[in-house]
């Protein structure tokens, strides 16, 4: 993207959130490797349908065919994104199409009728035609409409909102939070349910926005729903770009970039699985190249196509702050992590060995320590609650080891979790402690279930010893979850496994091992509320959703409990 004319009422520069600078990552090892790669052409996959999309009478107008969407709200501006298809052949991917004047416009309502910022950037082929516009001078807590245009042709207009001024004191604060949406797995109703809210601040998305795999090599309970383009799995920077454009033409993905601003962070998938700072479980070496070259690759396509502002070059770790009531630390747990070890070395108490890195760490703690909001939300892409898996029967120890990433012999450990780094989380739980830290609430995705975690400092001597925050993790979208793996209706296998696991874990207080769905979280001075969503069924475009559960935490207490209604 080449900026030529970007304009906001303030002039006011752009300015990253976070300011750590990067630490080079531990190398060991080359990761195993799961599947192979199959060469095929990645941009001529979206060429037949995204060319068929153009009016035969305006062949040669420009398009925006990805939709619109904007990110990372802050008190005086927010970021906004598109991309933009100039010519029928400037296909996602491809290299091609001519450079393009695209012109955006915020306005305080949807007829554009009380213009309050406007301008223009260009979009090329170098940044694979999408553009971001950091628009600032906007007034705080407020609802705009924004779009853009290029050669005569307006986007959709689509609804954000900035964030509280930093010293207000807002009643409420409202997100929907999801994870894990595997194309091939279903379709993405959960996005359609909370678009159709119409009561987001923003949204939250804590990762796996896309997956890296080829057609049919990822879970989907033995049936692909939808085909992924590229079809095999996504190596170079034209495949990270074919796949993050298929998602974004999701017409319910679209429809929830449409309402409200999106904070996202990544996790593994969105380069490979399992990823670490030197490579991934599933990375080959030499048959796919380097792992600096996929992960650059990788990282260059997320920030072409998502509308994330990033703190540091290559990272999504930044906060924002939601005046008074809440801010929010966003990790990045994949560009500094040691490689995941295995289980009777030892090596998973290793100070050396780390899951944030050490100038990340330092970041968090930092913040968290300084922040003078009544809630600190730690936007947390695996989870940080120990887990440890009890009494399970042999036919569901297997597969809840492969979904959880555990070894097969079934040892109380997940090491691509905070469980596989207890150096750094012990480090961070006991700065909450000795600092008297209140009030930090973890959301958290990566394991296709739904749980409610108390975060003790000691799980062994749990409920006698302290609890040093409260954890939300969200269930997937569409990716597998326990009953798709053992292949069983859904909810037989949370009724057995569920209590077992709470026996197991005296700190988690409900866990769903089998649907899918959304949260929503809620945040007053006086609670943080999560209201759990599930789906009727993922592989229906028109699935249903209900409410399940709701869990919240009251301010001071460090402890979560059940609520019985929905906010």
Known sequence: MTSRRSHSPSGVPADPRGTSPAEPGLISSAPRRRTVV??????????????????????????????????DPLPDGVLLWTRVTPTPEAVPGSGLGPDIEVGWTVA??????????????????????????DVRGLAPATDH??????????????????????????????????????????HFAAYRHLAARGDLDAWIHLGDY?????????????????????????VSLADYRVRHARYKTDPDLQALHAVAP?????????????????????????????????????KRAYFEWMPVRPAIAGTTYRRLRFGRLADLSLLDLRSYRSQQVGVGDGEVDDPNRSLTGRAQLDWLKSGLKSSDTT???????????????????????????????????????NPDQWDGYTDDRRELLAHLRENAIRNTVFLTGDIHMAWANDVPVNAGTYPLSASAATEFVVT????????????????????????????ANRHVHWVDTDRHGYGVLDITAARAQMDFYVLSDRTKPDARSSWARSYRTRSGTQKVERTYDPV
């Open 262 to 298: 999106v904070i996202a962070i990544w996790d593994d998938h969105e380069f490979a699985n399992d990823a670490w700072s030197g490579g991934a479980e599933n990375h080959t070496e030499g048959a796919e190249g380097s792992w600096a070259a996929r992960q650059s690759a990788a």
């Open 210 to 234: 896309i997956y890296e795999y080829g057609t049919g090599q990822y879970g989907t309970r033995g049936k692909v729903v939808r085909p992924h383009a590229p079809v095999h799995e996504i």
């Open 145 to 186: 409409w924004f779009r853009f245009s290029a050669g005569g042709t307006d986007s959709p207009a689509a609804r954000t909102r900035t964030a509280p001024a930093a010293d207000a004191a807002p009643a409420g604060l409202r997100f929907g939070v999801v994870s894990c949406a595997n194309w091939e797995g279903g």
């Open 108 to 133: 305080l309502d949807r007829g554009f009728t009380n213009i309050v910022a406007k301008g223009s950037v260009t979009a090329t082929a170098d940044s694979d035609h999408t553009v971001k516009a």
């Open 476 to 503: 997937s979208v569409t990716s597998d979850n326990l009953d798709d793996l053992v292949k069983v209706p859904e909810g037989t296998v949370s009724a057995v496994a569920s209590p077992l696991i709470r026996a």
């Open 375 to 413: 809630w600190r939300l730690v936007g947390n892409s695996v989870m940080i609650a120990p887990f440890a898996l009890g009494n399970l029967t042999a036919d569901l120890l297997g597969p809840l080891t492969e979904l959880l990433g555990l070894p097969k012999e079934g040892l109380a450990l």
């Open 38 to 71: 199959k060469a095929a052409a990645a941009g001529a996959v979206l060429a037949a349908p995204l060319t068929a999309a153009f009016p035969a009478s305006a062949a040669d107008a420009p398009a925006f065919l990805h939709g619109v969407a904007s990110g």
